[in-house]
């Protein structure tokens, strides 16, 4: 399937590692025009190098904290600049930190708020002007399938990632007449270094080897194992594509069938 990304102008948030960086190389592969930003401008180099000499797209790179507005403006506006344009977003950020509701103070829920929720926010506004004078533009929001099911221990993803998600349907509606989709992907256990942190810590918590626990939590899904963020990563891609015609508004867990709900 042609996914009409070839010469596109795509910008892909936190992809110097995990999930990020696997959509950025994704995008690669289908020719794309690529920008890329993390706040760790030495791994983000060692991305763009990878993408390289995988795929022979020069991405561009510009460093970024999610946290810093001024970096947010600084990153689209050059991506989009030089007759560049931008045709695709990508919102992503790192998750925050984990812990239950008796742990959290406000300075907790505020940066959890900036990095999940209004740093989105703020990436889609800078990126909507260019979009929009694009004539069309795909926009995909990373959550976590907590925007589902809560996720113990994770208090702050799950309010903000939800958040993610009332935005996308929220905008769906707005953007529509300007030939913007958008959408949110929302990952479930898939093997990044974000998810192995997060098991390690609770494996502790446990009194358990990290080993015992991820295989009792392969069980608890239907296809037996961690997703990779190459089979995350493709979905992205295809919904954040002008193959993607009609689909907007919907939230899609890469989850490999975990989450009951329906």
Avoid: C
């Amino acid at each position: 399937m042609d996914l009409m990304l070839s010469g596109k102008s795509v910008f892909v948030a936190a992809a110097s590692k995990g999930l990020g960086k696997a959509v950025a190389l994704e995008y690669a592969k289908e020719g794309a025009r690529l920008t890329i930003a993390s706040r760790n401008l030495e791994q983000l180099a060692q991305t763009r190098d990878e993408i390289k000499a995988l795929t022979g797209v020069q991405a561009e790179i510009i460093q970024m904290d999610v946290l810093n507005n001024e970096d947010i403006r600084h990153a689209i506006r050059t991506a989009a600049g030089a007759g560049k344009g931008l045709d695709v977003l990508v919102t992503n950020a790192g998750g925050p930190q984990s812990g239950f509701f008796s742990d959290m103070e406000d300075a907790d829920w505020t940066r959890g708020f900036e990095l999940s929720l209004l740093s989105t926010i703020r990436l889609i506004r800078e990126a909507l002007p260019f979009l929009k004078s694009a004539g069309e533009g795909r926009i995909v929001n990373l959550a976590s399938s907590s925007i589902k099911q809560p996720i113990d221990g994770l208090i702050l993803s799950n309010v903000f990632r939800a958040g993610v998600h009332s935005l996308t349907k929220s905008l769906a509606s707005e953007l529509a007449g300007d030939g913007i989709l958008i959408n949110t992907i929302a990952p479930g256990r898939i093997g990044t270094d974000r998810i192995t942190e997060l098991d390690r810590k609770r494996a502790a918590d446990q009194e358990r080897s990290l080993e015992d626990l991820q295989m009792e939590a392969a069980k608890q899904i239907p296809l037996g194992r961690m997703g990779t963020p190459e089979e995350f990563a493709r979905h992205v891609v295809f919904y954040g594509s002008f193959a993607n015609t009609y689909v907007t508004g919907q939230s899609l867990l890469v989850d490999g069938g975990m989450i009951k709900g329906l």
